[in-house]
């Protein structure tokens, strides 16, 4: 009876090590594909001992949330698919119509976690959103020729940075689960609409608005901002497609004429 009452002690110490070092992932504190810190240190930042740590080790790679191996240590599994090659998702990426679909999800998710990144970041937060803003600014400030894949994996790290600040785990992986997406949303937008000087100068105003508002904490600002910020992007791509449906109908019409 003794040894079962110990077996389950042990069991259920385990299972208190797996589950903080979960929250520490589920936090953004350790990444996915992150080296775990080593045994001593985190056992210092538990409070456990050796012992109930590699009990919980054990528990964590059990679910496939860590993988270990020999001479390298322990690493935190990727959570989501590096890409995803569903049918779905291949039709989502091939038919531009989507895009404004990809928009709307954007705004639904974007709005909300910049208000919650203005009322719940921490200074930490602010100060990895003013790296990855200041990132951006200064990319194109010093290019002479603006690499588009370049300056959309910037501005969607910007975005993140943001959203990851929200302290909100499930909008954290729900966004980064649609990371090829919403890079292709991004790509667009800077492709189309950044060569041009009148929607390149309210981008980069409105990049400046949200920041500003989350750094000040001004979460009904930051809501704000972010939806302007998306809604201008979906009605300055759809004028784009306007002019040029234009452009192709009046080719027609003088076609005739020759």
Known sequence: MVAYSTHQGNRRMADTVATQIEELILDGVIRPGELLPSERRLCDKLGVSRASLREGLKVLRGKGIIDTRQGRGSVVARLIPPRD????????????????????????????????????????????????????????????EINVERLARLDHGFHLAICEASHNPVLVYT??????????????SVKNLYHRPAPREQINRQHERLFRAVIDQDADRAREAALEHLASIGDSLREIEAEDERLVRSAMRLETWE
């Open 85 to 144: 090659d569903s049918p779905l998702m291949h039709l989502f990426r091939d038919h531009p119509r989507t895009l404004y679909d990809l928009l709307e999800v954007r705004t639904l998710l974007e709005g909300e976690s910049a208000r919650l990144a203005a009322l719940r970041g921490t200074p930490a937060d602010r100060v990895i959103i003013t790296r990855r803003y200041e990132e951006m600014v200064d990319y194109v400030r010093g290019a002479d």
């Open 175 to 188: 966004l980064q689960g649609l990371t090829d997406l919403l890079l292709s949303s991004v790509f667009a």
